[in-house]
């Protein structure tokens, strides 16, 4: 083959070359809030969950993204913020309507509800729930993100993400290094303050009394970090143990203080794999102040 023959075989083999990679290549950038989210679901590594709630919640799914956040809650307040960072992905860990369906029935002629939608509607904003999937990465992506919020990495147990030894301290001194943690919280807490412990265990979000109790009744557990229950559930099952000498103790740090570090693991954890989207973590804090 002649030199100028050879020549214009390579430039059409580049060309063609180049048409097939337009083809068949997406940046992020072109990517729909469904592709996102398959990306997503494939990264935890998990099966398929039947009967999920991790489902898109608002929104249409051929949405084309041009920012994420990262929430635990997808409040009216942090929905305004995404909007501010030209976000309109939101991957939130907790419902978005007040229960755990998001059955919004009831809601129908809500104001509070309406407006809300209406201001997801108007800015064409996709919801989405990360519930499901990302407490069943391995390990626990809610659990890796308290752990590296409470600095307790080199305290946990054959590298679980829910059970640590601490050095000795007393249940009262375990409570002034939390507030270090949450300053602008408060904690229910059902224990002897004098009480010496070591075994601790993470019991984040509200994974129901009976989880809690099971947990109590380990000889090796000595206090539980929880996140919430009804008060007449846990709380009253250890009044009793405390009335009866039983040495353990159980703080409740709240529902959103025992998982939001989750979420902010896992804006980071994103930002591994979505490379040309900007993906922002925004704090909800919680529902309510003490006084």
Same mark, same amino acid.
């Given at each position: 083959?002649?030199?100028?023959?050879?020549?214009?075989?390579?430039?059409?083999? !580049?060309?063609?070359?180049?048409?097939?990679?337009?083809?068949?290549?997406? +940046?992020?950038?072109?990517?729909?809030?469904?592709?996102?989210?398959?990306?997503?679901?494939?990264?935890?590594?998990?099966?398929?969950?039947?009967?999920?709630?991790?489902?898109?919640?608002?929104?249409?799914?051929?949405?084309?993204?041009?920012?994420?956040?990262?929430?635990? =809650?997808?409040? &009216?307040?942090?929905? @305004?913020?995404?909007?501010?960072?030209?976000?309109?992905? &939101?991957?939130?860990?907790?419902?978005?309507?007040?229960?755990?369906?998001?059955?919004?029935?009831?809601?129908?002629?809500?104001?509070? =509800?309406?407006?809300?939608?209406?201001?997801?509607?108007?800015?064409?904003?996709?919801?989405?729930? =990360?519930?499901?999937?990302?407490?069943?990465?391995?390990?626990?992506?809610?659990?890796?993100?308290?752990?590296?919020? *409470?600095?307790?990495?080199? /305290? !946990?147990?054959?590298?679980?993400?829910?059970?640590?030894?601490?050095?000795? +301290?007393?249940?009262?001194? &375990?409570?002034?290094?939390? @507030?270090?943690?949450?300053?602008?919280?408060?904690? /229910?807490?059902?224990?002897?303050?004098? &009480?010496? *412990?070591?075994?601790?265990?993470?019991?984040?979000?509200?994974?129901?009394?009976?989880?809690?109790?099971?947990? *109590?009744?380990?000889?090796?557990?000595?206090?539980? *970090?929880?996140?919430?229950?009804?008060?007449?559930? !846990?709380?009253?099952?250890?009044?009793?143990?405390?009335?009866?000498?039983?040495?353990?103790?159980?703080?409740?740090?709240?529902?959103?203080?025992?998982?939001?570090?989750?979420?902010?693991?896992?804006?980071?954890?994103?930002?591994?794999?979505?490379?040309?989207?900007?993906? /922002?973590?925004?704090?909800?804090?919680?529902?309510?102040?003490?006084?």
């Amino acid at each position: 083959m002649k030199p100028l023959s050879i020549f214009f075989s390579f430039m059409f083999i !580049t060309f063609c070359s180049g048409l097939n990679w337009g083809q068949n290549s997406q +940046t992020a950038k072109t990517m729909t809030a469904q592709q996102v989210i398959a990306l997503i679901i494939k990264n935890t590594g998990a099966n398929t969950i039947p009967n999920t709630v991790d489902v898109i919640k608002e929104g249409d799914p051929q949405t084309v993204v041009t920012g994420i956040v990262t929430c635990m =809650f997808a409040t &009216l307040d942090v929905l @305004k913020q995404a909007v501010a960072k030209n976000c309109n992905l &939101l991957v939130v860990h907790e419902p978005l309507y007040y229960n755990h369906l998001d059955d919004t029935k009831q809601l129908q002629n809500d104001p509070v =509800f309406l407006e809300k939608r209406k201001f997801i509607t108007d800015h064409k904003l996709v919801i989405w729930r =990360f519930h499901d999937y990302i407490h069943s990465m391995r390990p626990d992506g809610i659990e890796t993100g308290m752990v590296e919020k *409470l600095g307790w990495k080199n /305290y !946990t147990v054959k590298g679980s993400t829910n059970q640590f030894v601490l050095p000795e +301290t007393t249940l009262n001194e &375990l409570l002034k290094s939390l @507030k270090q943690v949450f300053p602008k919280n408060a904690f /229910y807490v059902v224990g002897n303050p004098d &009480l010496k *412990l070591s075994n601790v265990r993470l019991a984040a979000g509200a994974p129901g009394s009976s989880a809690h109790i099971r947990l *109590l009744e380990d000889k090796n557990v000595d206090v539980i *970090l929880a996140g919430e229950s009804p008060q007449w559930e !846990t709380y009253e099952y250890m009044r009793d143990a405390v009335a009866e000498g039983r040495p353990k103790a159980i703080i409740f740090l709240g529902h959103i203080n025992s998982e939001e570090a989750g979420m902010n693991f896992c804006s980071s954890w994103l930002k591994g794999f979505i490379k040309d989207l900007p993906v /922002y973590f925004i704090e909800c804090g919680p529902s309510f102040w003490s006084f």
